[in-house]
């Protein structure tokens, strides 16, 4: 809900019936689209071993997806064709229009990967990509002598 402490104009503009619902959705966090493509949603974290990237991806089989690694980035691309009934009369259409769907999503990585173990798997909707850290990306315990 939009709240104005400040006195002055944007009182009026914050009394308005819609003002909340619009700042909202002005400010709310959604997937980036461009020429009509969307990139999906992702999460990416680490632990000592490897980084984790997580995406949605509903409606995408493996073979729709095309995963690659270049230096220290990650790109994820997928394409998927939806068909439509001609004689259907959309009310509200947000998921996709008829034909192909494509996006490509590339991440840079902040740490070497050991490119021959990545693994990536989808499930229920949603890619993991699981990147294994290269040795010299992991902690080391360095001991400590006396002199």
């Given at each position: 809900m939009l709240t104005c402490r400040v006195p002055g104009m944007f009182n009026e503009f914050a009394a308005m019936p819609d003002?909340?619902?619009?700042?909202?959705?002005f400010f709310?966090?959604?997937p980036s689209t461009t020429a009509g493509r969307l990139f999906p949603a992702v999460n990416v974290w680490e632990d000592e071993q490897a980084l984790?990237?997580?995406?949605?991806?509903?409606?995408?089989?493996?073979?729709?997806?095309?995963i690659s690694t270049l230096g220290n980035e990650v790109t994820i691309a997928g394409t998927r064709t939806e068909?439509?009934?001609e004689?259907?009369?959309f009310h509200r259409r947000e998921r996709m229009t008829?034909?192909?769907?494509q996006f490509k999503r590339t991440l840079r990585i902040g740490v070497p990967i050991e490119v021959e173990?990545?693994?990536a798997k989808l499930e229920r909707g949603?890619?993991?990509?699981?990147?294994?850290?290269?040795?010299?990306a992991k902690p080391r315990r360095i001991q400590v002598k006396a002199a």
């Open positions: 003002a909340s619902r619009m700042m909202d959705s709310a966090t959604t984790y990237i997580e995406a949605e991806l509903p409606g995408y089989a493996l073979e729709d997806l095309d068909t439509a009934p004689e259907a009369t008829s034909g192909a769907s173990k990545v693994l949603v890619l993991t990509i699981t990147l294994p850290k290269a040795e010299a």
